[in-house]
């Protein structure tokens, strides 16, 4: 009996010993995620010169969980060139109905320039005037405060997709492009495939939409997959690749918030389309949006954000 006892108390010793080793070493690796991220957020953060939103009474306050906006500008950076923002997303996120919504602005859409006095295709505010004029050039044409940006290097983007591991996605086209065959149905993609996948749309009969969609996908699967306990192995490469290839005015102190008081919002991602017509003027090809369409846009963001 008292062998028995010795030996159940010799087994709750090593169990204990093996718990807290556990314990110490999931300490150890959450630090050092922690340390990672951070330093990543250092290299990615980039502050502008732009004054609150005149479309905001009160700046957002992230531990009051207040609603807010990001403009996404996938640019494809060259040498000696700014370059065009020939992707444009707006992210907005609502804590209090758990839900983000992600719309897509066609690079083509005709719209007032705020800054340079005139008309133009939305994507040449970025080249005109790099992220300020592009977030005060959306958000004239949403109606809506655009209180963060985010610009990813679209050539980049393909080492975050391989840091996470690749993506899966739901294609409903069958084609091929740049030597790369993609199938109908779910399909596994690496970087260099993300980013041809992302970038077709001549063979698209949507055209421009049809690429949208498909940019959309491919990031709500990266953010699926980043936020994924199976990426925590992958966090380094993921970090490296997220500070080479991402700038942003969020601080890591808010980032950290985001996470704390929105995690369930992004698990519920809603996409969103703007209607345009196509048109030439000038002999240059432009998207027109109606007053009504606008109007629908304009609506349905303001009520995500709660500013109705």
Known sequence: MKSHKRKSRKWLKVTGIILLFMFIALGIYSYTVYKTFKNAVVTMH???????????????VFEKKDPFSVLMLGVDEREGDKGRSDTIIVLTVNPNNNS????????????????????????????FGGVPMAMDTVENFLDIPIDYY???NMEGFKDIVDAVGGVEVQNNLDFTSNNFHFAKGEITLNGEEALSFSRMRYEDPRGDFGRQSRQRQII?????????????TNFSDISTAIGKNIKTNLTFEQIVNIQKNYREAGKNIQQMEINETGTMINKIYYGLVSSEEKQRIQTELKKQLDLQ
């Open 46 to 60: 980039q502050p502008i010169e732009r004054e609150i939103s005149a479309k905001r009474e009160t700046p957002v």
């Open 100 to 127: 983000v919504k992600m719309l897509s602005i066609p690079r083509d859409t005709r719209t007032n320039i705020i800054g340079k006095g005139k008309e133009d295709k939305i994507n040449h505010a970025f080249a």
């Open 150 to 152: 985010m610009q990813i």
């Open 220 to 232: 709500q699967a990266v953010i699926n997959k980043g936020v994924s306990l199976s990426s925590l």
